[in-house]
């Protein structure tokens, strides 16, 4: 990143025995904070001790000792956003992250990328002198971009970091995660069987990269952003951390979210007078479950519960070693998540992190034969809807609702050196976007009028430094707005309306229920007033609107939570046009991106290669032991397999052992109806087998590899295959889009499967 040039104070001549030498100030700002920003993922507000959780985080705890806690801080529900906010200090629609970096709607509130008129705070600290290192999930760049071949404007070394270690997308496995270390694809560093977790990996990159910078140059500043993966699904963590809380939650989720609110109330984190709001629609009463069901789950609580202690552990090590080089008591902390509790486990609970993008329907409950799975690299867990109430004590709703349960988190601020009020707790209502213009006050650092030939728009936030020494003094922001995926909220001077259009009956929004809380005096909202004062409520409505006049809010998108009739999840966006590709060729070079569009598609799938016998190993594959699908040769036969989130599994093998020599393998796959078609196996030309498949996406699976399997194999009896590198060479790969009907005994086979639907 380019520092401000100095102007040249010194004297040229002719000879430089006449001349006089002048060297540039060194703009190491060593009289300011370093930066550690904490940021966990669809966390609750009460899953932490310090806000009342009975999970064990004395780590987080005790850097809230040493600072203050924020009781009324505010985010935008969903992940994208809140980080796009928290860069840049501007409200997400107008940054162009409306939603999430998945979805470009094609409009400029949703874009799916952060415009660089927006600047991130990276961008102007490395600009005065800071060292500055990404760490973990980024989920600020569209599918598309996230590819070995750019572009990588926005990815983090485009974004004002000089080191970045962590992966892209929304989720990741946390024992086999895609990886980025700079703008570059790269392994784990070792497997879970060798004790690799994620989380850990993250904590040990961040000490590698602060002591590196402090042993060269102990007087320049960092600043760290450690964006955990956890605690978004998959819940996964080491097994000794999940058994420590057997059965702990045997009492359910209600028993659970009783004592939270006792203990929130005794540690003042809310206000003496708050009150547990009423069961919502989306969770379950735990009394209306059976034994057998209540076993099941609460064991999914226990792996949350594990997975938010182990994390703690991490973000200990890297404070402790903060503390063992002398650097904690000038290191500015900011701790907080980027929404609330998650609900979209369903009531069951999922073992597949994908399910409910896929079907509109909660994954069936698991046998408690499969409970002891939950948690490690074999599944992928999202906990149930109870418990995400549970997590998110007092609030109402969760992520993706604009109820103060979706946007109500955690904040903590510690600044050892500088902070008076150790342990305080402020009560003044703020929003992540006034995080940008804190630190920049603290670090008395101005915006740049320009980053990188960017003229730079205006900030939305306010500083709220005011509130560091001064507890009782009144709230400065007088209002903020909320809108998430067609959920709408607008907060004023200590008075709230919401709109929950993800239970509206019908897609039209002006149907939509506007509720109406006196926040000042009802901090979960747990009081609907729109009755009561409908005035006031119309006067909130039209200043939401002003508002996302003002913001860049509109056009209204719909739920993937909706529960209107007829509804379908998969159908609610407009994305992007696709490219009309017909034909792709990848070579074996090929490091990682995603692979060929085959959903609703006949396709052709040719692999040319070299055998011999004893050759093994995966020929293409996209996804992993939790769902996708690949080309592989395993003991002298072709095999495909097709992983639908790992509740289903398809498997063809050929009906011969593979010839010796220059071959053309293929796997063939015509459409017969939506989410169902038909596949065979070819060897040179020949049918080799066949296959009926039945899912939606009938190929899905992300992240695409050529010549092995991109993080295990998709078939979950190769677990110890790993990655399972084919042994030799592949010269190409190629997908033809327009397969031609010109066999007659596969015709047959189509007419058969439509008869038989």
């Given amino acids: 990143m380019a520092k401000e040039k100095q102007e040249y104070q010194g004297v040229i001549k002719t000879h430089y025995m006449d001349s006089t030498p002048w060297w540039p100030e060194d703009s190491s700002r060593k009289d300011t904070p370093n930066i550690l920003y904490i940021l966990l993922d669809d966390t609750g507000y009460s899953d932490v001790g310090c806000y009342g959780s009975l999970i064990e985080t004395p780590n987080i705890d005790a850097i809230a000792a040493d600072g203050l806690r924020y009781r009324d801080f505010h985010v935008n529900a969903m992940c994208s956003p809140t980080?796009?906010?928290?860069?840049?200090?501007?409200?997400?629609?107008?940054?162009?992250?409306?939603?999430?970096?998945?979805?470009?709607m094609g409009f400029p509130g949703y874009q799916g990328s952060v415009g660089h008129e927006y600047g991130f705070i990276s961008e102007t600290l490395v600009r005065n002198g800071y060292a500055t290192y990404a760490l973990g999930k980024w989920h600020?760049?569209?599918?598309?971009?996230?590819?070995?071949?750019?572009?990588?404007?926005?990815?983090?070394?485009?974004?004002?970091?000089?080191?970045?270690?962590?992966?892209?997308?929304?989720?990741?496995?946390?024992?086999?995660?895609?990886?980025?270390?700079?703008?570059?694809?790269?392994?784990?560093?070792?497997?879970?069987?060798?004790?690799?977790?994620?989380?850990?990996?993250?904590?040990?990159?961040?000490?590698?990269?602060?002591?590196?910078?402090?042993?060269?140059?102990?007087e320049k500043p960092f600043f760290c952003y450690l964006a955990f993966g956890a605690h978004h699904s998959p819940l996964q963590a080491p097994k000794e951390y999940i058994n420590r809380y057997k059965g702990k939650f045997d009492e359910g989720w209600d028993v659970y979210r009783e004592k939270v609110f006792k203990k929130q109330k005794e540690i003042g984190i809310i206000p003496a007078d708050c009150e547990l709001p009423a069961q919502d629609y989306v969770a379950a009463k735990w009394d209306t479950l059976t034994e057998k069901e209540k076993r099941i789950l609460a064991r999914y609580m226990e792996v949350y519960a594990g997975f938010v202690s182990h994390t703690d552990a991490q973000i200990g090590r890297v404070v402790d070693y903060l503390k063992k080089i002398g650097q904690y008591n000038n290191t500015l902390i900011v701790f907080m998540t980027d929404n609330g509790a998650s609900a979209e486990g369903g009531r069951w609970g999922s073992t597949s992190h994908g399910y409910h993008y896929t079907t509109e329907k909660d994954q069936p409950l698991i046998g408690e034969e499969e409970m002891e799975s939950l948690g490690s690299a074999d599944v992928k867990v999202s906990y149930p809807s109870g418990w995400a109430r549970a997590c998110n004590a007092p609030?109402?709703?969760?992520?993706?609702?604009?109820?103060?349960?979706?946007?109500?988190?955690?904040?903590?601020i510690a600044y050892p050196d500088k902070l008076k009020d150790k342990g305080g707790i402020r009560t003044q209502y703020h929003h992540v976007i006034d995080i940008n213009q804190t630190v920049l006050e603290l670090c008395n650092i101005e915006q740049p009028a320009e980053i990188n030939g960017v003229s730079q728009e205006p900030k939305h936030g306010m500083s709220m430094t005011y509130t560091f020494d001064n507890p009782g003094e009144k709230t400065r922001r007088h209002v903020q707005y909320y809108e998430m995926v067609g959920n709408r909220?607008?907060?004023?001077?200590?008075?709230?309306?919401?709109?929950?259009?993800?239970?509206?009956?019908?897609?039209?929004?002006?149907?939509?229920?506007?509720?109406?809380?006196?926040?000042?005096?009802?901090?979960?909202?747990?009081?609907?007033?729109?009755?009561?004062?409908p005035e006031k409520l119309q006067e909130l409505i039209a200043l939401w609107w002003h508002e996302a006049g003002k913001y860049g809010v509109l056009p209204l998108a719909e739920s993937h939570l909706k529960r209107a009739e007829n509804f379908n999840s998969k159908k609610m966006y407009r994305y992007a046009p696709a490219k009309p590709v017909t034909h792709y060729t990848y070579y074996p070079e090929f490091t990682s991106g995603p692979g060929p569009r085959l959903a609703q598609a006949s396709f052709t799938a040719k692999v040319f290669l070299t055998y011999k016998p004893g050759d093994e190993g995966a020929l293409f594959a996209a996804g992993d032991n939790n769902g996708g699908y690949g080309l592989y040769i395993q003991d002298k036969k072709l095999k495909f397999h097709n992983n639908w989130l790992a509740l289903k599994q398809y498997h063809i093998d050929s009906d011969i052992d593979l010839p010796a020599g220059e071959l053309e393998l293929a796997f063939d796959f015509a459409l017969t109806r939506p989410g169902a078609g038909i596949g065979r196996l070819l060897i040179?030309?020949?049918?080799?087998?066949?296959?009926?498949?039945?899912?939606?996406?009938?190929?899905?699976?992300?992240?695409?590899?050529?010549?092995?399997?991109?993080?295990?194999?998709?078939?979950?009896?190769?677990?110890?295959?790993?990655?399972?590198?084919?042994?030799?060479?592949?010269?190409?790969?190629?997908?033809?889009?327009e397969r031609p009907m010109d066999d007659m005994d596969f015709m047959l086979e189509l007419e058969e499967a439509l008869r038989n639907e």
């Fill in 83 to 104: 980080r796009a906010s928290l860069l840049s200090g501007c409200n997400s629609h107008t940054a162009g992250m409306g939603f999430i970096a998945e979805i470009n």
């Fill in 140 to 218: 600020l760049v569209a599918p598309e971009n996230r590819t070995s071949a750019g572009p990588f404007d926005q990815w983090p070394l485009g974004r004002g970091f000089e080191k970045n270690y962590g992966f892209l997308g929304a989720a990741a496995g946390q024992f086999y995660p895609e990886l980025v270390r700079g703008n570059e694809f790269v392994s784990p560093p070792k497997t879970p069987e060798e004790g690799y977790h994620l989380s850990e990996d993250l904590a040990d990159r961040a000490i590698s990269y602060i002591g590196d910078l402090k042993s060269i140059n102990p």
């Fill in 395 to 412: 609030l109402r709703m969760y992520k993706s609702w604009t109820h103060c349960g979706g946007i109500k988190v955690p904040l903590i």
């Fill in 489 to 533: 909220g607008i907060w004023a001077d200590g008075w709230k309306a919401v709109a929950d259009h993800a239970v509206n009956p019908t897609l039209d929004f002006s149907k939509d229920n506007w509720e109406l809380f006196h926040t000042d005096i009802d901090f979960s909202e747990s009081k609907n007033l729109a009755a009561q004062y």
């Fill in 684 to 737: 040179n030309g020949r049918p080799s087998g066949n296959m009926y498949v039945e899912s939606q996406p009938l190929f899905g699976g992300g992240t695409f590899g050529i010549g092995k399997f991109p993080f295990i194999s998709v078939a979950g009896d190769m677990k110890e295959k790993g990655k399972f590198p084919y042994t030799n060479r592949i010269d190409r790969v190629e997908f033809d889009m």
